[in-house]
């Protein structure tokens, strides 16, 4: 069964830079799209980006576009999130998925998701 498992969410002060990790088992890593999501405390779980299987395409939220960067190494199953930049509103719990469905940016269109790695922005 797959499972991912994210890694990397510290404590960082607002105009920092953090990078998140996501680990995936399995042999299957490399057929998929996977996306990364975030749900602050109160809030709805929200799309952040995506990337492609093979790593070619990737799509972000407007909120966060031109201060992540999203990259999968498929030779290793992992997938990362470069965030840069911080703002105190990108506080929130990060969580990998891998995709399924039609869109990028819809919670249903993803099936397996890790955990969480809480990142806190500070100002």
């Known amino acids: 069964q797959v499972q991912v498992v994210e890694s990397g969410g510290d404590l960082v002060q607002a105009g920092g830079s953090l990078r998140l990790s996501c680990a995936a088992s399995?042999?299957?890593?490399?057929?998929?799209?996977m996306g990364w999501f975030r749900q602050a405390p109160g809030k709805e779980r929200e799309f952040v980006g995506s990337i492609s299987n093979s790593g070619v395409s990737t799509l972000y939220a407007d909120s966060v576009k031109g201060r992540f960067i999203i990259s999968r190494d498929n030779a290793k199953n992992a997938l990362y999130l470069q965030m840069n930049s911080l703002k105190p509103e990108d506080t929130a719990v990060y969580y990998c998925?891998?995709?399924?469905?039609?869109?990028?940016?819809?919670?249903?269109?993803?099936?397996?998701w890790g955990q969480g790695t809480r990142v806190t922005v500070s100002s």
């Open positions: 998925a891998r995709r399924i469905g039609a869109t990028n940016y819809r919670t249903p269109d993803y099936d397996v």
């Open positions: 399995g042999r299957t890593f490399s057929y998929y799209g």
